[in-house]
């Protein structure tokens, strides 16, 4: 895993370029701590940064910036690409290749770049990725990201330079970067707790999608570099739908038990010590399964406990880990561990997020990168087999819902909505069982105002766009907010066919799953310098997942129902069958608690009035109400503000306007 960094000086305006491109690695020390590399084409004015973390082949000869032997392309490579050898056999049968200098995948893949062409290699490609290739003859810079977006790449236009980097940070090391933040993308964090591709917070600074590439020659301009995509999500969904397993559920049980073990062998090969993380929940145990199958000495694992127990999970970790007999390390988190993490988190993510999931998720990174150096984890099972309750209840409730008239139930939901707090507690303590039952973390009141927003839903993706959206109408809270248009909000360009639970997963697994759930993941392990890999995001186990019929996956109220079997042949269903509880932590109670000081200094009306952004009057409503815990409880209206603010603070040359 590596960071990369680079420019093209358009206008001319560097005159100590290479000093300038170390900088620019420097910003992403924490990303590659091994060594650095810069490269300089004096003619062309272009500039390629690498900061290394050695995975395959820690000797000189995996050193980037790389060039090809004929001399023609240069490479800076973050990632890995997992069926290398692959690629090394047909270059060797083919004569391509005579003689390799190393034995890296950066190699492999810089020799396949040249010989096969972008489009057929980064097609073919098993891996995580975002590479810049400059080609010399050409005079062409392309930049490309893996499918799903598990490494970032940020790219753009700015004072007369075009550049790229890894992070926002690289950035910041050129001395005409002024940015201002872009209240579109303000907006969108508000809605959904992170930023969207290609949105980020920077005006004139894009993310590049995932399955895409762009190239840059001298004649292109800014409003000519369109992404190209190689691959789609959704077309691959469909049609591997229309494909769908004929055979019966022990066969299915059996291919996806063996497509998933090579997925995972492929992702356990490194130079390096090499563990996984364990939550104790069904996905995080069925890759430590496949792990500790394949291995000849015990796995090293890594999971937090919480002293809350409606969050804690650490007891099922440490059940799992002994059942499979892998090295398993756990620490207890308290909320002052949280907030020792909190004032990092502006400049570990580079730009405002809030799934509040990022503070455990930084604490197991930094308590596995103390034995190891790359780290497996479970990510992408809940969206291709299921996992999340949405995906089942979502059906059922819309079922319902189309019955009624719009406008009645907008009538039901306010008329329970006005009924105080108090009498839903003297429901709750009563026993009786309300739109839910056990298993639920928040009370009843609160639950039961999220329940209403959605009934007053006009259509099944209204509905879907309500659930994954935390301030639904960001124009009430933003100045300046222009509505972007984001592919969870395209309704018109989701799949055609899908059920409603098979277009959420899919939507998804190209939005939440690559713009939150992997750039958790990334910044977060990555901050400690830990390579994550993502066993589920292999592109054949994607394919298989897509053609198990969907009664396989969601069977009566439980997710992941085939996965489940799989992982029943390695770990007895009592020890992990649970209700789920997701990787997260009880902020809502830390923000009146240990948190709340700290929040008030972020939520006061001169703070939010400093920020230039943020209309205070709404977001003082809300944290009142919030810390005085007798209405609804707003951690995830105000979690996003929070985030946002504690990020200007750490912009001292950041400004609104």
Not at 200 to 218: D, Q
Not at 279 to 293: K, L, N, P
Not at 508 to 534: C, P, Q, W
Request: charged share 20%; aromatic share 10%.
């Amino acid at each position: 895993m590596c960071g990369i960094a680079g420019f093209v000086d358009v206008a001319g305006r560097i005159n100590s370029p290479v000093e300038l491109l170390r900088r620019m690695g420097s910003a992403l020390v924490h990303r590659g701590p091994d060594s650095h590399g810069e490269w300089w084409d004096s003619a062309a004015r272009v500039g390629l940064s690498h900061r290394r973390l050695s995975i395959l082949d820690v000797s000189a000869e995996g050193a980037q910036p790389m060039r090809s032997n004929g001399g023609r392309y240069v490479i800076v490579f973050n990632g890995e690409i997992y069926n290398y050898k692959d690629f090394q056999e047909q270059l060797q049968d083919t004569g391509a290749v005579a003689r390799w200098r190393g034995h890296s995948d950066t190699e492999v893949l810089l020799a396949a770049l040249a010989h096969w062409g972008l489009r057929r290699t980064i097609e073919v490609a098993n891996g995580m990725f975002a590479f810049a290739l400059w080609d010399c003859e050409k005079r062409e810079l392309i930049l490309a990201r893996d499918r799903f977006g598990e490494k970032p790449l940020y790219y753009g236009w700015h004072g007369g330079l075009f550049v790229f980097a890894s992070e926002l940070k690289a950035f910041r090391a050129l001395p005409i970067f002024k940015p201002t933040p872009d209240p579109d993308a303000v907006g969108l964090l508000l809605r959904f707790g992170y930023i969207p591709a290609p949105y980020s917070i920077y005006r004139g600074i894009k993310k590049l999608p995932a399955a895409s590439f762009i190239s840059w020659r001298g004649e292109a301009a800014e409003h000519n570099m369109v992404p190209e995509y190689y691959w789609s999500a959704f077309k691959t969904a469909a049609a591997a739908r229309m494909n769908p397993l004929q055979e019966g559920e022990v066969a299915a049980v059996d291919l996806l038990d063996s497509t998933l073990k090579k997925a995972v062998q492929l992702r356990m090969h490194a130079d390096v010590p090499l563990g996984a993380f364990l939550s104790g929940g069904i996905d995080s145990s069925t890759v430590v399964a496949m792990m500790q199958a394949q291995s000849m000495r015990p796995v090293q694992t890594f999971s937090i406990a919480l002293e809350d127990e409606d969050y804690n999970e650490g007891s099922y970790a440490s059940a799992v880990a002994r059942h499979l007999g892998t090295t398993h390390t756990q620490i207890t988190v308290r909320p002052e561990d949280a907030l020792e993490v909190i004032p990092r988190l502006p400049t570990m993510y580079d730009e405002p997020f809030a799934d509040s999931s990022q503070i455990p998720t930084y604490l197991v990174s930094d308590l596995a990168r103390r034995s190891v150096t790359v780290s497996l984890s479970g990510d992408g099972g809940d969206e291709l087999f299921g996992g999340y309750d949405r995906y089942r209840w979502t059906p059922a409730l819309w079922k319902r819902l189309a019955c009624f008239p719009v406008t009645l139930r907008g009538l039901v939901a306010k008329a329970v909505c006005a009924v105080p707090n108090r009498i839903w507690h003297q429901v709750e303590k009563s026993g009786l069982t309300v739109l839910g039952g056990s298993g639920f973390r928040h009370p009843l009141a609160v639950r039961l105002r999220g329940q209403m927003r959605m009934i007053a839903a006009a259509s099944p993706e209204e509905l879907f766009q309500l659930q994954t959206s935390f301030w639904s109408r960001p124009a009430d809270v933003i100045r300046g907010y222009g509505a972007p248009t984001p592919i969870m909000l395209m309704s018109a360009e989701w799949p055609i066919g899908f059920s409603i639970g098979e277009t959420m997963m899919a939507v998804d697994s190209v939005s939440y799953l690559s713009d939150d759930i992997l750039a958790k993941v990334d910044r977060a392990s990555m901050a400690v310098s830990l390579e994550s890999r993502v066993p589920f995001l292999d592109p054949e186990l994607f394919t298989l997942a897509w053609r198990i019929p969907l009664e396989q996956k969601i069977r009566g109220t439980q997710g992941k129902w085939i996965l489940r079997k799989v992982l029943a042949r390695y770990v007895p269903e009592h020890v992990f069958d649970r209700p789920k509880k997701g990787f997260s932590v009880p902020i809502g109670k830390w923000m009146r608690g240990p948190l709340r000081d700290w929040a008030e200094s972020l939520l006061s009306c001169e703070a939010l009035k400093a920020s230039g952004l943020i209309d205070p009057d709404p977001v003082r409503r809300m944290w009142h109400g919030h810390i005085l815990g007798k209405g609804p409880s707003w951690e995830g209206h105000l979690w996003p503000i929070l985030m946002l603010q504690a990020w200007l603070l750490d912009q001292p040359s950041v400004s609104p306007d």
